[in-house]
């Protein structure tokens, strides 16, 4: 693996990015177990569509930010 001086602007981003979602979805997979029983019931998904949208993003993020990183390198450790 590359070692560089320090992350690139894009690594930092993609960080704070990915960091962000996680508290977004935090608070939203709040009520998930009773909207999944709810879709089982009657095909509703009102409060589990975005927490599950969220996990697929940041999913997707951070194998973009371990490209990103294999691509670019990453400093060495302290």
């Known amino acids: ?3 560089t001086k320090g992350y690139s ?4 981003g993609l960080h ?4 962000a979602l996680l508290v977004v ?6 009520g998930a177990r009773a909207a999944l029983d709810a879709f089982e019931r009657q095909g509703i998904t009102s409060g589990f569509v975005p927490h599950v949208a969220l996990g697929l993003a940041i999913l997707g ?4 930010r371990v ?3 294999l691509g670019r390198g990453a400093p060495e450790p302290a």
Do not use: Y
């Open 1 to 3: 693996m590359k070692t």
């Open 61 to 64: 993020l951070a194998v973009l």
């Open 25 to 30: 979805a935090w608070f939203t997979g709040e």
């Open 9 to 12: 602007g894009a690594q930092i």
């Open 16 to 19: 704070w990015l990915i960091a």
């Open 67 to 69: 490209l990103v990183r």
